[in-house]
């Protein structure tokens, strides 16, 4: 008769307790139990894998949506991690992206840190709707022969200099 597993399930983060390892389901629903697999590691104890549900439930309650900069710094104060400047968020865009943070190889704040960040990134990348960015007119060519306005890209140079596609056409047989 199989035993039933022992199971921990905390704010909605589950691990289990199976073949003598606890393991835990990833972000993608898959059961990960050790290994190099993202967060994934054999927990010994019943009270690592209590703490790091209890870790991965607080690192989900930093997620969410993009933040203005007063919210920002209030979030950073609730979560008790570094508040960054603007250009200090900005220079590291990438890594925050596209970096891979997860327990236990980097701690719970070291990974919220990175999350506000990069809520606070998405904020600063949004464009913004008080500031309209001037629409230039398209600058267009003058044809010398008859004076039409058109796109410098349809200028035709000829032995007479440039021309309009029209002026061209008439002026086949005097190139």
Same mark, same amino acid.
């Given at each position: ?136 007119? /398209?600058?267009?060519?003058?044809? /010398? ?6 796109? /410098? ?11 309009? /596609? ?10």
């Amino acid at each position: 008769m199989v035993k039933p597993a022992k199971r921990i399930n905390i704010e909605g983060i589950e691990a289990r307790y199976y073949s003598g390892r606890w393991g835990r389901f990833d972000q993608d629903g898959y059961w990960v139990v050790g290994g190099n697999v993202t967060g994934a590691t054999v927990m010994a104890t019943e009270e690592e894998a209590i703490q790091r549900c209890r870790n991965t439930a607080l690192i989900k309650t930093a997620e969410g949506m993009p933040l203005d900069r007063a919210t920002y710094e209030a979030e950073c104060d609730r979560f008790g991690v570094t508040c960054h400047s603007d250009e200090y968020i900005d220079s590291g865009s990438y890594s925050l992206r596209y970096g891979d943070f997860h327990l236990p190889e980097y701690s719970p704040s070291q990974i919220i840190e990175r999350k506000l960040a990069l809520r606070r990134l998405g904020e600063m990348e949004r464009p913004s709707t008080a500031a309209a960015v001037p629409v230039s007119k /398209p600058t267009l060519a003058e044809c /010398p022969r008859c004076h039409a306005q058109v796109s /410098p890209s349809l200028m035709m140079a000829g032995s007479l200099g440039p021309l309009c /596609p029209d002026c061209y056409d008439d002026a086949e047989g005097d190139l």
